[in-house]
């Protein structure tokens, strides 16, 4: 069922549990004041968090006698160990020991994460910090097996592969599901098309492998859990890796699939910075723990999830998880109102100067771009809807105000060539098909181009990172006699929409405006 827009806008309040084990510190200036420890204290092995008894070290690392079920995450990130890791985290501490989590990567780029993770038997220590400063604490222990990365993913497969997994879970970017605006396999990548030769490189073939594996072994039905910001994640997840599948000619492996399988949407919300330094710094202080992989975030959290698990799930309805029939509602409202503005306001921050997400937030002129967007464009699209988008609006734009996240541009700003066409373009779409002109919302792809061609001209002041952009196509685009008729040009920022007048039309409109507002700025 659709729970309540109130739900929705108000989760930001989380869900502790009575015999929870948390270090509060409250900053407001510049000083801190540290909080009492609810709960028992335990005796603690050297190089292990606070709080953590033996008993809990002995089994940290293998499966505890009382679980049950495992959840594979593909993915051990920053945002994966402040979200699903931590509802699973409360699920346990609840007392429902059923399940737990083991974690990898395809890819070796965060090896030294989870070294980290497994030298400390995974658990991490997760701050949250609200929009007053107040910062809390949490040892997190749900993460019971840490696999190693190997180029094979022999042993990431094997755990995919055991019986006990009944989910395999992922966070992937947006980008990494190669997919067009017709949702169809982009199979000029080089990454996809070396999969499709047998290769292990992407999401698709590493799950090809993990699904042969348990088919051949018999070892049961799985649920493949997106949890990620691609729009109907779970369905078109699944179309990608059906069709995946067809191209490499597994028949026997695709109706295996299909038959043993399920791929629910999802959506999910908590805003997580990567890790500075200073995050361990103050784990240390506040915990007395040395923490190799501490993640920070903010305090608000929201996971909806559509309830379609073939093998078993966690009760995440238990701890603020809000399981539905239908996620479109609540994830058109995110996808559009947080994503899209979050990247606004970075692309604009950007161009006058500032370095976090919460500068350009409080700058008047950015948050009425952002808002107009909304007001302006987005509210008509989605309307009606059970959710107060209003409320919402204000709401995220408040969280982006919070100073204690230190959320940087350069993170929010990346991968334009996946947000435009997903988070952005859907509305310029709508709006042009009843017949409205979506100036609000071409403010963004402006900001973008302006943005871009200072990448093309050396001039940002960080490296800009786009896992799909090709960046001899990007230069091209300000090297043409026409830039903007270049880069409306490009199928891959705007599909369908690619070379239309009316995008032009209100694309230059809009140009017009930020180039005015940059000179006044100066």
Known sequence: MLQSALTFIESNTIIRSQNEQMIVATQTGGSKTAGTRRGKRHSTAPGMPRGASRSEEDTMTSANPTTADVILHIGAGSFHRAHQAWYLHKLIESGDTQWSLTVGNIRGDMNAVLEALAAQNGTYTLETVTPQGERKYETIRSIKKVVPWAADLDALIAAGAAPECKIVSFTVTEGGYYLDEHHKLDRANPDLAADLKGARTTIYGALAAILDARMKQNAGKVTLQNCD??????????????????????????????????????????????????????????????????????????????????????????????????????????????????????????????????????????????????????????????????????????????????????????????????????????????????????????????????????????????????????????????????????????????????????????????????????
């Open 229 to 522: 910001n691609l729009r109907s994640n779970g369905d078109r997840f699944k179309a990608g890796m059906l069709e995946f599948l067809q191209l490499r000619g597994e028949t026997a492996l695709r109706d295996w699939m299909i038959a043993n399988t399920s791929c629910p949407n999802a959506m999910v919300d908590r805003i997580t910075p990567r890790p500075t330094p200073d995050v361990r710094e103050r784990v240390l202080a506040a915990t007395g723990f040395d923490d190799k992989a501490p993640v920070m975030g903010e305090a608000f959290i929201q996971w909806v999830i559509e309830d379609a698990f073939i093998a078993g799930r966690p009760a995440w309805e238990k701890v603020g998880a809000e399981m539905v029939d239908s996620v479109h509602p609540y994830e058109e409202a995110k996808i559009r109102i947080l994503n899209a503005t979050h990247s606004c306001i970075a692309w604009a921050g950007t161009l006058v100067g500032y370095q976090y997400i919460h500068e350009g937030t409080q700058d008047a002129e950015i948050r009425a771009i952002a808002d107009d967007y909304v007001t302006q464009d987005v509210i008509p699209s989605l309307s009606p809807s059970p959710i107060d988008l209003a409320k919402y609006r204000d709401v995220v734009l408040d969280r982006f105000v919070n100073p204690y996240i230190q959320d940087t541009n350069q993170r929010v700003a990346a991968d334009g060539f996946s947000k435009i066409p997903g988070f952005i373009a859907p509305t310029l779409r709508e709006c042009f098909a009843r017949k409205a002109d979506p100036d609000a919302t071409a403010m963004l792809p402006a900001l973008f181009f302006r943005f871009l061609e200072r990448w093309h001209e050396g001039k940002l002041p960080y490296a800009y990172q786009d896992g799909v952009m090709d960046a001899a196509t990007a230069h091209a685009f300000f090297e043409a006699a026409d830039p903007v008729k270049a880069f409306v040009a490009d199928k891959l920022l705007w599909g369908s929409l690619a070379q239309s007048a009316d995008l032009e039309r209100v694309l230059r409109a809009a140009l017009g405006r930020v180039d005015a507002w940059l000179a006044k700025r100066g």
